[in-house]
């Protein structure tokens, strides 16, 4: 049954202003699986709300899946549901920060019928049968673009259309995204990983569109690299066509010329290479190419750095080599004399700023104010003059934004830099702030090169800065592309181009959403970024093309039925307002303005007696009250929830408190699987969080428990790489007599040296299990620990 959008029931009065386009497309994505394609700013988030809407309305026990591919990104959606809608109470936000029990008794209960996830929750959980799949209507997947090859949007979407016999009611889709790419090839396969029955797009230039579309003036301000910067550009290229050219001597590469070969080719090669390698029988030949292929790729990478990036990003790069100068293409590259060469120059010229540099500074200070006053003397004459090829014929040093010589923070522009790389961030940050314009860095949560990555509490607050005007610039990688609510951003610079349609419009889309907006793109002269400009462009155009004419048909999927209402009384919709209006009110009973607030009194909670301690009882008798829809009733005999946010909150912090210890011995182990099979190369920190998916901190305080129990080690001084101590070359520990006394389930007690009794934990033995008998007498090396007043054995060897 469709609704009038502009007066639903389940959406605040007055609380939405409504376009024609955005309830059209509604219409259509009811009830057919959809791929919505309009551009960033238009209101995809509002579409999908409405249909999430319609659904809540007429299917009074459906449930809903809203995925979007990052934290933040979540809670912009769950936010959006709170503000203008009375569905608090019933909407829930799932992270990794949850312990997987109580995650479970979520996913059970019947009084949640929103939720909100990232797709590596959605499909771990799927794995462990968390969800029952029958229970939801719909799944929304925001940004839908990612839902190619392996990405968790294609598992979790291949689980729920699982059409065995017994899953026959897979749930209606909906996808979003404002650029699904440039090929008909990669839009079919995004609709065939999601189902897709229909695809629904919208352009700028639309007549229902345009009227709400904000014009972007798009500049490419050309950079002209210092002799310097030339100077070690042309060493690099020496040493790449060197390396080239023995493998096209060597009929490796078709190529006939080393600057016609690019990253692509040396990649295909890599591949042939190694599945042509057999360790048990060495080919010299191959090795050697190996060699050269590994150090043309490396010399690619460092000439890209110089051009696009900067010294600084060079220097920094040989300076990690350096430190990792063990492995065998670093120690190959730093063989060469050239090498040598780049790094006095880059010795010799350490205080001079890169010319990138120098033009972010000037256009932030030209756009924040008409008058270069923050800029020192020395800074201003290094600035090269504007070389600019621009869309249209405003010129960006003659636009004056504003007749102010100081500007305050409340009214501030903003501006937002996107940049690669995070050592690229932080040196535009330093930079500006030196310069006297306050900047803040915003990034992922995993730790590389040496940066420790941001928590999503963290980023979250980053961003409420940003949005509240604190600061008037963002430095920030591809994190902030994708989706981020970041209003009223009036400039957009690209550090460098991007060769990605998809990447070019989502950061583009960061700029035009309420206002008029400037994008402007470093783009250095003779180098990478005038290719990676031209793929852009190319692609885009294609993308265009390609969603204009598509002549690809698309299969009917069979779904759930959506012909049988079970629509929810008046009294329902009643009940959610006077609750999300009792969940709004302050002690006082007033509202405030704006309030994301949505909390009853502590003195009203009716379930905080519940949690008053610590204590694994009381927490399984909430979390099964939560696995119902358990009504509570006043002295007065009036229903309250059963629950609201502050319990939920409540709840994850007391179920950390008990599940931590329980987590963090789970990722102990897994991570000592890991690093047994990755021998003593090790792996890295961020390697380890990414395979074992689990929250950085827990991950942390495994590691670092690990350590103290001299169970692993640290492979370097940045100490960003762990290996297990035993596949290190040197085995350290003492020789111990050891006596089994017990066996126990996991464990064994043992009788050191006839002294000490202590626990022998399943894993801290590396022997055999055979040899694991009570009354054995083993002779061994190993180690003893600590853990919580109970003394420990660690098996390193059996003598």
């Not at 996808?175 to 609709?191: N, Q, V, Y």
């Not at 020496?238 to 080239?244: A, P, T, V």
């Not at 950061?507 to 907006?517: A, I, L, P, V, Y």
Request: charged share 25%; with cysteine; aromatic share 10%.
């Amino acid at each position: 049954m469709v609704q009038s959008y502009f007066s639903h029931p389940l959406l605040r009065k007055n609380s939405l202003v409504f376009r024609q386009y955005q309830h059209d497309i509604v219409l259509k994505a009811l009830y057919k699986n959809s791929l919505v394609v309009i551009p960033t700013s238009l209101g995809k988030t509002i579409i999908a709300l409405l249909v999430c809407l319609d659904i809540l309305l007429n299917w009074k026990n459906s449930k809903i899946l809203i995925l979007a591919p990052t934290r933040p990104l979540v809670f912009q959606h769950f936010n959006l549901f709170k503000k203008y809608t009375p569905l608090s109470s019933q909407c829930i936000a799932l992270t990794g920060k949850i312990a997987p029990e109580i995650r479970k008794a979520l996913w059970d209960s019947s009084g949640f019928r929103v939720y909100f996830a990232t797709p590596e929750l959605v499909n771990n959980d799927l794995a462990n049968n968390f969800l029952k799949k029958n229970d939801f209507y719909l799944i929304v997947y925001d940004e839908a673009h990612r839902a190619v090859k392996d990405y968790s949007y294609t598992r979790i979407s291949s689980q729920f259309y699982d059409e065995r016999p017994e899953q026959n009611d897979p749930p209606l889709v909906l996808a979003l995204s404002a650029s699904p790419g440039s090929t008909e090839d990669k839009i079919k396969e995004i609709c065939a990983n999601l189902f897709i029955e229909q695809m629904i797009s919208k352009e700028e230039r639309d007549e229902d569109v345009f009227p709400y579309v904000y014009d972007t003036d798009i500049e490419y301000c050309h950079v002209t690299l210092d002799n310097y910067h030339l100077e070690i550009s042309a060493l690099l290229t020496s040493m790449i066509h060197d390396n080239i050219n023995w493998l096209i001597k060597n009929k490796l590469l078709k190529k006939k010329r080393a600057d016609s070969v690019y990253k692509k080719d040396l990649l295909s090669l890599r591949d042939y290479i190694t599945s042509n390698l057999d360790p048990k029988n060495t080919n010299l030949f191959l090795v050697t190419a190996l060699k050269y292929q590994a150090l043309s790729m490396i010399l690619l990478y460092c000439r890209d750095l110089i051009e696009s990036q900067g010294a600084f990003a060079l220097r920094k790069f040989l300076n990690n080599a350096r430190d990792n100068s063990t492995t065998k293409a670093y120690v190959n590259l730093f063989l060469d004399t050239r090498l040598k060469e780049i790094e006095e120059i880059l010795f010799r010229n350490g205080n001079k700023i890169a010319p990138k540099l120098a033009h972010v500074l000037l256009i932030v200070e030209q756009f924040l104010k008409p008058e270069l006053t923050n800029v020192s003397d020395n800074t201003r004459n290094t600035l090269p003059e504007f070389n600019r090829d621009h869309t249209t014929s405003s010129s960006l040093l003659e636009t004056s934004f504003t007749n102010n010589n100081s500007i305050s923070l409340k009214t501030q522009k903003k501006i937002l830099i996107f940049s690669q790389y995070r050592d690229t961030l932080e040196e535009i940050t330093k930079f500006l702030d030196e310069n006297g314009i306050q900047s803040r860095g915003f990034y992922g949560q995993s730790n590389r090169n040496g940066i420790k990555g941001l928590s999503q509490d963290k980023q979250l607050s980053i961003l409420d800065d940003f949005r509240e005007g604190k600061f008037p610039v963002l430095v920030a990688t591809s994190v902030a592309e994708e989706g981020l609510n970041i209003p009223n951003v009036d400039l957009v610079l690209f550090y460098e181009p991007v060769p990605s349609e998809i990447r070019f419009i989502q950061r583009k889309g960061r700029t035009g959403r309420f206002s008029n907006g400037k994008v402007v793109i470093l783009v250095s002269d003779d180098s990478v970024d005038i290719k990676y400009t031209e793929a852009s462009k190319r692609k885009l155009l294609k993308m265009r093309s390609s969603l204009r004419n598509t002549n690809f048909s698309l299969n009917t999927h069979k779904k759930r039925r959506f012909d049988s209402h079970n629509r929810m009384l008046e009294s329902e919709i009643s009940l959610l307002y006077t609750e999300s209006d009792q969940f709004l009110q302050f002690g006082n009973g007033k509202k405030e303005e704006g309030s994301d607030v949505d909390i009853k009194s502590m003195n009203d909670n009716p379930i905080v007696e519940y949690i008053s301690s610590n204590s694994n009882k009381k927490i399984k008798t909430l979390v099964k009250r939560l696995s119902y829809n358990y009504p509570r009733y006043s002295s007065a005999g009036n229903t309250v929830s059963s629950l609201s946010r502050r319990n939920l909150e409540d709840l994850y912090e007391v179920s950390l408190n008990l599940d931590r210890k329980k987590i963090v011995h789970r990722v102990k182990r897994q991570i000592q699987e890991l690093l047994g099979k990755a021998g003593s190369a090790g792996l890295t920190v961020s390697n380890l969080e990414e395979q074992i998916k689990a929250d950085r901190m827990i991950v942390g305080e495994a590691i670092d428990s690990l350590k103290k129990m001299k169970r692993i080690v640290f492979l370097n001084k940045h100490k960003d790489t762990v290996a297990l101590i035993e596949s290190t070359k040197f085995l350290p520990g003492n020789k111990y007599s050891v006596f089994i006394e017990k066996i126990l389930m996991g464990k064994a007690v043992v009788r050191v040296n006839d002294k000490w009794y202590a626990s022998l934990v399943h894993h801290d033995y590396f022997g055999p299990r055979s040899l694991l008998k009570k009354g054995n007498t083993l002779e061994i090396i190993g180690e003893m620990y600590r853990s919580e007043g109970v003394l420990h054995l660690i098996v390193k060897k059996i003598l």
